[in-house]
């Protein structure tokens, strides 16, 4: 059985390299991405299992990749928004948008791993 491939959207570099390790560590492929414009290049040739995106990020916030993932992609790959900014507008704009689930920073990498296991367990 293949690998399911995770794309990690994140400027937050150190953890974006904790949460790579602690994801491949856990078996999963994954492909990171420190920017919006790098996600979009990304997502024009492939689509990965589940995607965990950052809400701020440049160039392309998560909410936009939510957008850009369910209206012009018209994909139901599931989506994880991890986010320093877990206001109740924030938390509800990404579900509105279509996100599958929400976790706060800091992300505990253990939650993270049972949370994607869960999502690609749904598909």
């Excluded at 916030?61 to 957008?67: F, K, N, Q, Y």
Aim: charge should be negative.
């Amino acid at each position: 059985m293949s690998k399911k491939r995770i794309l990690l959207a994140d400027d937050d570099e150190l953890l974006a390299s904790l949460l790579n390790f602690r994801l491949k560590k856990g078996g999963y492929e994954v492909h990171y991405s420190a920017n919006g414009k790098e996600v979009k290049e990304y997502l024009s040739h492939s689509m990965p299992d589940i995607i965990i995106s950052d809400i701020m990020m440049p160039y392309f916030s998560g909410i936009e990749l939510i957008d850009h993932v369910r209206n012009h992609l018209s994909s139901q790959t599931p989506i994880i928004i991890i986010s320093s900014a877990g206001n109740e507008e924030n938390v509800l704009s990404a579900f509105e948008m279509g996100a599958n689930d929400f976790i706060s920073k800091p992300v505990s990498p253990s939650e993270l791993l049972v949370r994607v296991a869960r999502e690609i367990n749904k598909t």
